[in-house]
C-alpha cells in the first residue's frame, strides 16, 4: 500500500471555492468518482478521483478557495491492485458474454422505432438526424436559393439550413435537432419537394442516449435482484415508471448534468436524486425524460408554458362545415406571432399626431413624386420620424440579450414595414431609413411592397429589422395593440386619420389626426418612455421640418 497526495488539476479558470465537499476519511473510492466541488465566477465543476483507493487524509474545507496545485487529500493506493487492472480488464473482455438473440431484436426495435417515428438512425451507437425538406405548402417544387450550412458545421435546433423559394414565397427551413452536420444532400439552385433529403445530423451522445431509452419501455420483466447494503434484495419491475418527486432545497448537479438538462428542457428541481449526497446524475435526468414520455396525460393535456388547449369541438354538430387549410406562410406567420406573446409582456401606448401641415406639404410635393416616378404617401414620413426617434432614444434601437440581463445596441436603422398579401402578412425591411431621403424611402418601400404581393422577396430582405411600422389606414379604424415583432422591443401602429374639431385655446379648428398605438415590450421599455417616444413622435409628424434640424 502507498499514500499518494491528490491535487487539483488545471481547472481552466484559475481559482474557486469549494461549496460541497463529497467523500469523507475513511471512504473507498473509485477512479473518476467525483471528491469536491469549486465553484469560480464562470462555471461550477466536480473534481474527479484520478484513481481508486482509501481516503486516509482531507486537506480542505468548505469555503476554501483552490487553484490548480493545491493539496486536497491523501489517498492510499493498493499498488499490487493498480499494477493488475490492465490485465483483469482484459480478462473481464475476454468473458464478455455475447449478445443474446432476443437483445438484438430488441435493438433493432429500438432502431426500427427511432426510424419511422423520429426519422433517426443509428450508427455505430450514434444516432443520426435525417432532415428533409418539410411541408412547404405547394404541390409544386421549390428551389433552394441559398446554402447555410456545410459538412463539419455544429447547428442548433432551429438554426436555418437552407432557403427555399416556391411560386408562393421564400423560406428557410429550420434544423429539428443540434448536432455536427455530417452530409448535405441538397444542392444549390436544385429543386426539391417535401420529403427530399436535406443534410444528415450526427446529434450529441447525451441527446441520443435519452431518444433511445425513450423508445425501450419492455412490457414486462422479470423479478431482479439488485444489491442493496451488500445484500440481495428482489425487485419487480413496475408497470408504469412514477413521476419523480420534486427536489426540496437547493439542486445539486453538476456542469455535465444541468448542460444534458438544458438541451432536455427539464427543469432539475423537479428531479429525484439518486447520487452521493442528494447529487442529480445523468440518468437521474434521462428517467425523468423516459417517465414523462410514457406517462400518457402529460404532453396530450399541456401546451407549452402549462396552458391547456382549447378544447376540440365537433362544429359540424351544428350546421355544414368545410375545411380550408392554411398556407406555409400563415401556419409560420401564426407560430412567430403566438411566440412573440407567449414570451413578450405586451404594453400598449396610445396616441394622436395632427398631421395637417403634414399632408398639405405631401400634397404639394405630387409632381415632384411623380416625376421620380413615385408616389409620396404618408408611409415615407412614417418611416423618417420613426428613424429620427430611434436615433433619439436607443433603448427603442435594441434587442434583449438570451440571458436577459443585457440590452444589444444597434448602430444601424433598419425598419419593417408590414404589408398584406394575398397568402399573409409579410414585413419587408428598409435598411439605413435614417440616411435616405423621404423620395428615396417612398420608392424602395413600393418596389418592396410589390415584391411581396407577386412572391418575390427573399428571405434576407425580411431580416435585420430593429423596428416595426403596421399601418392600417387604408382600411380604418380608431385604433389597435400590434403584437411586438420579436426579437425587436417595440413596434408602432398606424389607423386611419379622421378630420376632428382640436381646442386651439380660443376655438375649435379642423384638424387632421393620425391615431398612432406603440406597442412595447416592458421588460426593457417602461410606460414613461413609451410616453415620451409617442408624444415626441407626435410633435415631429406635426412638425414635419424639425426633422431637419
Not at 465537499?21 to 477512479?31: F, T
Request: proline fraction near 6%; charge should be negative.
Amino acid at each position: 500500500m502507498t499514500t499518494e497526495l491528490i491535487r487539483v488539476p488545471d481547472i481552466g479558470t484559475g481559482e474557486g471555492e469549494v461549496i460541497e465537499i463529497l467523500v469523507n476519511v475513511g471512504d473507498a473510492i473509485e477512479a473518476e468518482q467525483g471528491l469536491l466541488t469549486l465553484e469560480s465566477d464562470k462555471a461550477s465543476m466536480e473534481i474527479p478521483a484520478p484513481k481508486a483507493g482509501i481516503v486516509k487524509n482531507i486537506k480542505i474545507k468548505l469555503g476554501d478557495r483552490l487553484k490548480e496545485g493545491d493539496a486536497l487529500l491523501e489517498l492510499e493506493i493498493d499498488s499490487q491492485a493498480v499494477d493488475s487492472s490492465a490485465a483483469s480488464s482484459a480478462a473481464v473482455a475476454d468473458e464478455a458474454p455475447e449478445p443474446s438473440a432476443e437483445s438484438a431484436v430488441v435493438s433493432q426495435q429500438v432502431a426500427d422505432i427511432l426510424k419511422t417515428q423520429h426519422g433517426v438512425t443509428t450508427e455505430s451507437g450514434a444516432c443520426i438526424k435525417e432532415v428533409k425538406v418539410p411541408d412547404i405548402g405547394s404541390a409544386e417544387k421549390a428551389q433552394v436559393i441559398e446554402l447555410l450550412i456545410a459538412v463539419g458545421d455544429q447547428v442548433t435546433e432551429e438554426q436555418s439550413l437552407l432557403t427555399l423559394e416556391s411560386d408562393k414565397a421564400s423560406m428557410e427551413i429550420p434544423s429539428p435537432a443540434s448536432g455536427e452536420v455530417i452530409e448535405v444532400l441538397a444542392k444549390l439552385n436544385s429543386e426539391v419537394t417535401e420529403g427530399d433529403l436535406i443534410c444528415r445530423i450526427r446529434m450529441e451522445q447525451e441527446v441520443c442516449d435519452v431518444l433511445q431509452a425513450s423508445v425501450t419501455q419492455p412490457e414486462s420483466a422479470p423479478v431482479t435482484e439488485q444489491l442493496v447494503d451488500g445484500g440481495p434484495v428482489s425487485v419487480a419491475p413496475a408497470s408504469q415508471p412514477s413521476k419523480p418527486a420534486k427536489q426540496s432545497g437547493p439542486v445539486h448537479a453538476g456542469p455535465a448534468v444541468r448542460k444534458l438538462a438544458r438541451e432536455l428542457g427539464v427543469d432539475l428541481s423537479q428531479v429525484s436524486a439518486t447520487g452521493p449526497h442528494q447529487r442529480i446524475v445523468k440518468e437521474d435526468v434521462q428517467l425523468y425524460v423516459k417517465t414523462r414520455l410514457s406517462t400518457p396525460d402529460a404532453p396530450q393535456n399541456m401546451q407549452g408554458n402549462g396552458i391547456m388547449p382549447i378544447p376540440a369541438v365537433d362544429f359540424s354538430r351544428f350546421g355544414e362545415t368545410t375545411t380550408a387549410p392554411m398556407t406555409r406562410l400563415q401556419q409560420l406567420g401564426a407560430e412567430n406571432l403566438h411566440r412573440s406573446w407567449l414570451n413578450v409582456p405586451h404594453v400598449t401606448h396610445f396616441e394622436s399626431a395632427d398631421i395637417t401641415e403634414l399632408e398639405a406639404f405631401r400634397i404639394t410635393q405630387k409632381a415632384v413624386a411623380e416625376k421620380a416616378g413615385t408616389k409620396l404617401t404618408v408611409l415615407p414620413f412614417l418611416l423618417k420620424a420613426c428613424a429620427y426617434m430611434l436615433k433619439e432614444m436607443p433603448e427603442f434601437n435594441s434587442s434583449l440579450a438570451p440571458n436577459g440581463k443585457e440590452l444589444i445596441m444597434k448602430k444601424y436603422v433598419h425598419l419593417g414595414f408590414a404589408v398584406d398579401t394575398p397568402d399573409g402578412l409579410l414585413v419587408p425591411v428598409i435598411r439605413d431609413v435614417d440616411q435616405k431621403s423621404l423620395l428615396q424611402l417612398a420608392i424602395e418601400a413600393a418596389d418592396l411592397a410589390d415584391k411581396a404581393r407577386n412572391k418575390k422577396l427573399s428571405a434576407e430582405q425580411m431580416q435585420g429589422g430593429c423596428f416595426t411600422i403596421s399601418s392600417l389606414g387604408h382600411i380604418g379604424g380608431t385604433g389597435f395593440t400590434p403584437i411586438v415583432n420579436t426579437p425587436e422591443v417595440a413596434i408602432l401602429g398606424v389607423s386611419r386619420a379622421t378630420m376632428q374639431p382640436v381646442w386651439d385655446g380660443k376655438d375649435f379648428a379642423p384638424r387632421l389626426m393620425l391615431p398612432l398605438s406603440l406597442s412595447y415590450d416592458h421588460r426593457v421599455i417602461n410606460g414613461a418612455a413609451a410616453a415620451r417616444f409617442s408624444r415626441r413622435l407626435s410633435d415631429l409628424l406635426a412638425e414635419i421640418r424639425s426633422l431637419l434640424l
